[in-house]
């Protein structure tokens, strides 16, 4: 009987397997058409009601050097070879920010880690290394394991791996110029601008499938479980009238999320239960959750974000989509006029495809909304050539 049981799963993987491979080619006609369409659309950023609020960023000094990152990527583009750098230099206000896709079949820009040499490799992680806090490099390497695991498991090579991720460069390392860079691929996206010693590190995409390796190269792996209890902690916190405001529906779909690929200009008004209504210890565990997100960045750019986000915590809102059980499957969304975040539970689609969400599949969003995605609002201020083609400052 297990026997059976074996082949009859060896069968339902070669089947998605055939399956997919015959539709890949219709698929990602599609998602190129889709990624067309919205980079062609004039930049704005998400909003409540489709009209960006002003007057919510501006340029200013931090305090906190920018100095080792341009030194990291400095080093990574001095480490690849010519053909490499043409593929991954890109000019600062070049619509390749707006290109990332977190599918696993989408064609990316860039150099890919599945090219380079272990010395490139180190020196695009030390990229990685200045950029991110130890938590987020932690992350973010975990991730890339994690797509090694659901390779073995989908026994598919050629859509998942622990290497496929590219990165690319926009404008040119500098202390005073703007410049950023990119890390794209299956469930890791990273945005990273830098203007003077300013960052702004979205949109950031994070998730996983599965969230953790129970076999394989990379058995122990798991990713994802902060966002997921320090979440369900937060809602169980709140009582049955704060709970009853908080929920959008008590329904979880297969997948909620909303400001994905190709989302920059989501219209999102607010929902769920505003943090005014919140008491103090509910209001610390939100602060708490924000942070297990913006603390993906250098602890002292996470710091100056987390400031912001507590000037205007008492515009914050809290939803909730799902079970709160211990083993519940949800959505919830965190939202204010200067950062959005979502969590969610997907539903599986490999190695074989359901129809309903599961904890060992996760999407995590976090955009800057009002336009400072990739920092435009902020760059319009200045006379910097630093938007989108289309949206550049005056």
Not at 245 to 255: C, D, E, P
Not at 327 to 340: A, E, K, T
Request: glycine fraction near 8%.
């Amino acid at each position: 009987m297990k026997k059976l049981r074996v082949s009859i799963l060896s069968f339902a993987v070669l089947f998605v397997g055939y399956e997919l491979a015959w539709t890949q080619g219709d698929r990602i006609s599609a998602f190129r058409e889709q990624e067309r369409r919205a980079v062609a659309e004039p930049f704005k950023g998400v909003t409540t009601n489709g009209k960006v609020v002003p007057g919510l960023f501006k340029i200013q000094s931090t305090g906190v050097t920018t100095k080792p990152v341009r030194t990291a990527a400095d080093a990574f583009l001095a480490g690849i070879n010519d053909e490499q750098r043409k593929k991954t230099l890109f000019p600062v206000d070049d619509d390749e920010w707006r290109k990332w896709d977190n599918r696993s079949f989408s064609l990316r820009q860039g150099v890919g880690f599945n090219e380079m040499t272990a010395a490139q490799r180190e020196l695009a992680f030390a990229l990685l290394r200045a950029s991110l806090s130890a938590k987020g490099l932690q992350k973010t390497s975990d991730i890339m394991k994690l797509n090694g695991t659901l390779a073995e498991l989908a026994n598919n090579f050629d859509e998942y791996g622990r290497w496929s991720y590219w990165i690319t460069v926009m404008g040119t390392p500098s202390d005073s110029e703007p410049w950023g860079w990119q890390l794209d691929g299956h469930h890791a996206i990273i945005n990273y601008f830098v203007l003077g010693d300013q960052v702004v590190m979205t949109p950031t995409f994070m998730g996983s499938e599965p969230v953790r390796a129970e076999a394989g190269a990379f058995r122990g792996t798991i990713v994802m479980q902060d966002e997921q209890n320090k979440g369900l902690r937060l809602f169980n916190a709140l009582d049955k009238g704060q709970q009853a405001k908080a929920v959008i529906r008590s329904s979880k779909g297969a997948t909620d999320n909303l400001a994905q690929a190709y989302e920059d200009n989501l219209v999102l008004d607010y929902a769920g239960i505003p943090v005014s209504q919140l008491n103090p210890r509910q209001q610390d565990l939100l602060l708490d959750l924000i942070a297990e997100y913006v603390g993906n960045m250098k602890e002292g750019h996470a710091k100056v974000r987390m400031e912001e986000v507590r000037w205007h915590l008492s515009r914050t809102y809290f939803a909730w989509i799902g079970s709160a059980a211990p083993d519940g499957v949800f959505y919830y969304r965190i939202q204010s006029p200067v950062i959005l975040i979502e969590f969610d539970h997907q539903n599986r689609v490999a190695p074989v495809r359901t129809d309903t969400a599961s904890r060992d599949h996760i999407h995590t969003v976090v955009r800057t909304p009002n336009g400072n995605d990739y920092a435009r609002t902020c760059c319009a201020s200045t006379t910097r050539s630093c938007g989108t083609k289309g949206r550049l400052s005056q």
